[in-house]
């Protein structure tokens, strides 16, 4: 009996009914099974298309307590809700059985899968990863925590499936079997849901679990993969991926062998070389040709938000990286914009939620690379004791006229802001759209 055949004789409940739930019912209606869903939300995202399309659907709206989820075999649930949460814990105390649309996407999938986690630089490097194979000629399935939905894509002519993961959604995924996969790096992120790092970080590993190839970053243990055969690493240097240099020039490397010029990668920044070598190790199983990667490279602009050059002018540079959500991502930041000599040449706006992380490692980077720290948000004040002479403001406007006042021919203006936007925004999109906004405001009217 197929899984399919096995979940029509089942009660199912969809907890939550966003894109990935809404996704999800939709994905089990198409194969006649018809589940219960489930919202704490009294005016749930999705709720408009069930009764148009699907009334026959039982939705319980409200507390969660009233929903009698132990009363499932099945929940599929969202990744946005944890599996502490008092009512799903006690059902699966039960012996109810949790999963996500991605453990029922394995479950089901037949099809090769590259699968990305990391505290960052996921989308950049599945994106890349999906544009390279399209470039090969393969039709590409891209999502996860990005694009379309995974279930939906299951239904479409895919060759191979390339996944964003979240620690989230690999809390209740347990039969991936990805090709190749990947913990890009790990930093503090997420500690208002996970007990500490290492719960955080050992969640991340779970995308290692039955994959064929482990992708590792050297200069990250914490990205290490055990009972894993076959492992590939990736480094600015020593890796088996990683940069070489020769006649004053730097090119891409395969296991010693010289590819190609990174000149070739059209998005600066060493955190964007390291990305590039990680798309390399990736595909690596499907020994494509060198130039595929050259060609594709030289073409990708990169992400909206993700170190994006918004402008130059008076030779300023302006980056927004509002998707530098967390610490390990903002320094990554910092560190990929430095110049080589050290200079301080860089001035920050960073802040918002810091979801109570630990900002203290921030400290010896703003000591080095930053000549101006400009604060705002919910967490200025904790941010601006890291940096003398740091300047706090209340609006992202007060931000960039000040970075602008401050700046000189050779410096760069760069958004990291180390936090979550929630704060003062809907979103970190919303967040850099404001920053870039402004920015471009400043060129045209000084």
Request: some cysteine; charged content about 20%.
């Amino acid at each position: 009996m197929t899984y399919l055949k096995q979940l029509k004789e089942i009660n199912i409940i969809v907890l939550g009914l966003g894109i990935s739930g809404l996704s999800t019912v939709r994905f089990l209606l198409q194969h006649n099974i018809t589940p219960k869903v489930v919202d704490s939300r009294l005016n749930a995202p999705g709720l408009d298309w069930l009764q148009e399309k699907a009334p026959e659907v039982e939705v319980n709206l409200g507390e969660l307590t009233e929903a009698n989820l132990s009363q499932a075999d099945l929940i599929i649930i969202s990744p946005g809700i944890a599996l502490a949460q008092k009512d799903v814990f006690f059902a699966v105390s039960l012996g109810v059985e949790v999963i996500g649309d991605i453990e029922l996407f394995a479950r089901i999938n037949s099809k090769p899968v590259i699968a990305v986690t990391g505290s960052n630089g996921k989308s950049s490097v599945v994106t890349l990863t999906a544009k390279v194979l399209e470039k090969a000629g393969f039709k590409v399935g891209l999502g996860g925590n990005i694009g379309t939905p995974i279930l939906d894509l299951l239904t479409q002519n895919i060759d191979v499936f390339v996944l964003e993961l979240s620690s989230f959604q690999l809390e209740t995924t347990s039969s991936l079997k990805a090709v190749s996969a990947t913990v890009l790096n790990i930093s503090e992120d997420h500690l208002d849901r996970y007990a500490d790092m290492t719960e955080y970080t050992q969640t991340k590993h779970k995308i290692y679990e039955n994959c064929e190839y482990a992708i590792y970053s050297l200069d990250d243990k914490k990205t290490y993969p055990t009972n894993v055969k076959n492992k590939l690493s990736f480094s600015a240097e020593s890796a088996d991926f990683c940069l070489l240099e020769q006649h004053g020039k730097n090119y891409f490397s395969a296991s010693g062998v010289v590819l190609f010029e990174t000149e070739s990668l059209k998005v600066e920044g060493k955190h964007n070389q390291l990305n590039a070598l990680a798309v390399m190790a990736l595909l690596s199983p499907w020994n494509l040709e060198s130039v595929i990667f050259k060609e594709t490279f030289s073409e990708f602009s990169g992400l909206d938000h993700r170190c994006q050059l918004v402008s130059s002018f008076n030779n300023v540079k302006y980056f927004n990286d509002s998707k530098a959500t967390n610490v390990g991502a903002c320094i990554a930041s910092i560190e990929s914009l430095a110049t080589t000599s050290g200079d301080q040449n860089i001035i920050l706006i960073a802040g918002g939620d810091g979801k109570g992380a630990d900002f203290s490692t921030l400290k010896p980077y703003f000591n080095k690379y930053v000549k101006k720290l400009v604060c705002l948000g919910k967490d200025a004040e904790r941010i601006s004791t890291l940096s003398h002479g740091a300047l706090k403001v209340k609006t992202m406007a007060e931000a960039v006229n000040l970075a602008f006042d401050q700046a000189i021919s050779g410096d760069i203006v760069l958004l990291a802001p180390a936090c979550s936007s929630l704060d003062m925004y809907a979103n970190f999109m919303a967040r850099g759209d404001d920053f870039s906004q402004l920015v471009l405001q400043k060129k045209v009217n000084p």
